[in-house]
Structure formats: structure tokens, C-alpha cells
């Protein structure tokens, strides 16, 4: 597609359970990342990979959160054990390579019961 | 992690009206971004100022950088209803990771 892809766009689950959100980039960028946006908060920076290799994992809130990106391209970033807290959306960006602009995609937006 | 402070947080203004949002730091970041963001909807990048005491126009917003490279302004000239939304500026950090102000609401009233 043109844009990054997002799915799904809405999840809502149990307390308790694993969730796992997925990110579709730009075809041929390199560089991906994760962000999370709480009500009324800017963007909370999670995770980003060059290439498959995820240099800095220091955003992550928890070990409860991981992400991988496989073959250069589709990421996918796994919340376990959900808690109420882990309501947000949750964004993911790509970019040609590193320090280049970030072309986001529309969300997933996750609500925990 | 440095942080960004954006003001005001909410803006409601008539059609035509100028306004100008401000993003804060106490730190220097090596670029800034400003992004307009729409409900259900990802951040669309408006412009990246790099240089201090760099002015960039587009249509009519104009955006500035700090000559110290810490702080950043968009002022809207004659504001129209397509211009609401949520504006957010973003600082570079180093290893490419971005941070975020909370945003700024703007609504604009015809």
C-alpha cells in the first residue's frame, strides 16, 4: 500500500490477556517505529528498529511489552497480561532510514475492560 | 529524556483570527517537527526546522526555531475551520528518537 498500515484499527479486550498489534511500513523503509498516545497526552516513544535490530528498547513501559520486525518490514508489538492502564493508541511509524521524516499510520486503538 | 512543552493546550477562535502555538524545552534538540493530527487519524508531518532562528512558510503558517535551538513556534495567519485539529510539536533526540509535546487543540469556528 502507500501508507503504513495499521491493524487491527480497534481492539478491545480483557484485563489479563495478551494482545498483539501489528504494523504494515512503507515498502523499502528501513527504519520503524512505536509510539503511544494516552487521552489528552503527545506521543510516548516505545520502541524503533533499523532493519530487523531494535537498537533502543528503553521506551517500553514494562516487560510485559515486546515488539520483533521480521524480514525488514512487518513489525509486531505484543502486550502480555494486559492492564487497564495499557488503554491507548497505539502508533506506528516508518521512515526511509534513520533521521529521515516519519510517515505515521492511523492507530490501533486498544481498550481494556 | 528531555521534554517538550507546548501552549496553549486549547485554542478556540473565529474564522480569520491568527494564532500562535509555542513549544518549550530546556534542552537543544538537533531538529523540530511540528505535526497536524486528525481524529482517528496518525500524525501528518507539516515541516522539520533544523537551523536556529530558522523561519519556514507554508501557505499560511509560519513556522520558527529558537536561535538556540530550544524552543519553536507556529503562527497561523487568517485561520480557516480546515485548520482544526490537534498540533503537536516533536524534538530529535539522539538515535533518531522523536519526543513529543502534549499537543495543542486547535478548533476553529466559522
Known amino acids: 500500500g502507500a501508507g503504513v498500515s495499521q491493524s487491527p484499527s480497534n481492539k478491545v479486550t480483557e484485563k489479563g490477556k495478551d494482545v498483539e498489534l501489528r504494523c504494515d511500513p512503507i515498502?523499502?523503509?528501513?527504519?520503524l517505529y512505536w509510539y503511544r498516545q494516552s487521552l489528552g497526552q503527545g506521543l510516548e516513544f516505545l520502541i524503533y528498529f533499523q532493519g530487523n535490530s531494535a537498537p533502543d528498547k528503553s521506551g517500553l513501559p514494562s516487560d510485559r511489552f515486546s515488539a520483533e520486525r521480521t524480514g525488514g518490514s512487518v513489525s509486531t508489538l505484543t502486550i502480555q497480561r494486559t492492564q487497564q492502564e495499557d488503554s491507548a493508541v497505539y502508533l506506528c511509524a516508518s521512515s526511509w532510514v534513520i533521521n529521515q521524516p516519519q510517515h505515521f499510520g492511523d492507530g490501533t486503538r486498544l481498550s481494556i475492560l | 529524556t528531555q521534554l517538550l512543552e507546548q501552549s496553549p493546550q486549547f485554542l478556540s477562535i473565529q474564522e480569520g483570527e491568527n494564532l500562535t502555538v509555542y513549544c518549550n524545552s530546556s534542552?537543544?534538540?538537533?531538529?523540530l517537527q511540528w505535526y497536524r493530527q486528525e481524529p482517528g487519524e496518525g500524525p501528518v508531518l507539516l515541516v522539520t526546522v533544523v537551523t536556529g532562528g530558522e523561519v519556514k512558510k507554508l501557505k499560511r503558517l509560519t513556522f520558527q526555531f529558537g536561535d538556540a535551538r530550544k524552543d519553536s513556534s507556529l503562527h497561523i495567519t487568517a485561520a480557516q475551520p480546515g485548520d482544526t485539529g490537534l498540533y503537536l510539536c516533536?524534538?530529535?533526540?539522539?538515535?533518531?528518537?522523536?519526543?513529543f509535546g502534549a499537543g495543542t487543540i486547535l478548533r476553529v469556528k466559522s
Open positions: 515498502s523499502g523503509h528501513t527504519a
Open positions: 534542552s537543544v534538540f538537533s531538529s
Open positions: 516533536a524534538g530529535e533526540e539522539g538515535g533518531n528518537k522523536l519526543v
